[in-house]
């Protein structure tokens, strides 16, 4: 076959600020020995010298061309890369990650062989700063079952068929730590995933990389989020990682979910008094999103007077939209209240009315009658959070 004949190659790469490794990365991409490839890289508006690099390149290799503009985030830029790009077959290079020589040629010919896979991964190895090999990245056969249990796809050593891509929408934009992840598993549910036990890249790792400084504060809690998303479930294998968490407990995580750029469901209105008292009738109103509903609002309770059990339990009778829900009988002096709600519906207003009426027994409460408990917190939880939430609970 005829170098006008192969398929165009398109490269997307992500860059921002990192002058010190895109030299390197555009040269593995443009010294492959595969004649029919073009490299599009995505500036996010670098300002360490990346644009003078950039530069030189496009000057030099009419295969090779840049934006520099503001974007949000590696997502964002990922899919205006796609947009750009002009190859039946897309690879994914970020900027301080390399291909081995002969990479692209391999996961063309395999895909061209194979014209049921919708994309190929091959082998991947783990580089340090100075390009080191430090350890080879467990690649192994990608499918939807295997993608359940691990990532076993390693991101710079995957090749896709341009109408995936398509199909797929891109990259989640919500996302900026696991989108490659996430991405694997939406695939695996229509295409097949080739695998060729050759080694096509070099990740690298370093100490600005996102997963050195990002894996536990953004990378696990999206990883969680993604698996109940696709899954409803969350294998024992990552709630493992819910070790590295025990110290800021499942709230903390919850809170990091909502911390995220989506439309998660939130409250708009509490009449909760100072110091986290409810009041005899709680009332909560959450505002939810049809695209992202509520399914469950979690409130988190103490009963101050007690040690750990009540020596009278009372009662919290939950209402939403004016129908009861549930009644819950507290027994203990910490507790949580699961309150059920309709995920039709975009605004719940849920009263919580207490069997326990007292006055109030601190001073910036006087002559205020309570519910006998502080609720803590409150936290409407779409689908996935809640996944989330019993995974951490049960552990």
Not at 182 to 200: D, N, S
Not at 280 to 288: A, E, G, K
Request: aromatic share 10%; charged share 15%; glycine share 6%.
């Amino acid at each position: 076959m005829s170098s006008g004949q192969l398929p165009l190659v398109s490269i997307v790469t992500p860059s921002f600020n990192q002058a010190k490794f895109i030299r390197e990365t555009i040269n593995s991409v443009l010294l492959q020995d595969y004649p029919n490839l073009e490299m599009i890289v995505i500036d996010g508006g670098s300002t360490d010298g990346t644009l003078a690099i950039l530069q030189e390149y496009a000057s030099a290799d009419s295969r090779f061309r840049y934006i520099s503009e503001p974007d949000n985030g590696q997502s964002h830029a990922l899919n205006k890369g796609f947009t750009m790009s002009q190859g039946t077959i897309i690879g994914w290079l970020n900027s301080d990650d390399t291909y081995l020589p002969g990479a692209i040629r391999k996961a063309v010919t395999a895909l061209l062989q194979h014209p049921a896979w919708g994309m190929v991964h091959g082998k991947c190895r783990v580089i340090n700063e100075q390009g080191q090999a430090v350890q080879t990245f467990p690649s192994s056969h990608a499918d939807a079952k295997q993608l359940f249990y691990s990532c076993c796809i390693c991101q710079p050593a995957a090749f896709i068929r341009r109408n995936v891509i398509a199909q797929m929408g891109g990259v989640d934009e919500k996302l900026h730590f696991c989108m490659d992840y996430e991405l694997w598993m939406r695939i695996a549910k229509f295409h097949q995933i080739g695998f060729v036990p050759e080694f096509f890249a070099n990740a690298r790792i370093h100490s600005t990389c996102k997963s050195t400084t990002q894996w536990h504060s953004v990378g696990i809690p999206e990883v969680f989020k993604s698996l109940a998303k696709h899954y409803s479930s969350i294998p024992s294998g990552w709630v493992s990682h819910v070790s590295q968490y025990r110290g800021m407990g499942v709230i903390d995580l919850l809170k990091i979910y909502k911390s995220f750029p989506s439309n998660s469901a939130h409250v708009t209105s509490i009449n909760r008094f100072p110091g986290s008292w409810a009041p005899p009738v709680l009332r909560i109103i959450v505002q939810s999103d049809r695209a992202n509903p509520a399914h469950i609002l979690l409130i988190k309770g103490k009963v101050p007077t007690a040690r750990t059990k009540l020596e009278k339990p009372f009662h919290l009778t939950a209402l939403v939209n004016g129908a009861r829900a549930k009644t819950f009988t507290v027994e203990k002096s910490q507790f949580a209240l699961e309150i059920p709600l309709d995920p039709r519906t975009n605004v719940h207003s849920v009263d919580i009315a207490s069997s326990l009426i007292t006055p109030a027994s601190v001073p910036s409460l006087q002559n205020k009658l309570v519910g006998g408990y502080l609720a803590e917190e409150v936290i409407p939880l779409t689908h996935d959070e809640f996944i989330v939430y019993h995974t951490f609970s049960r552990a």
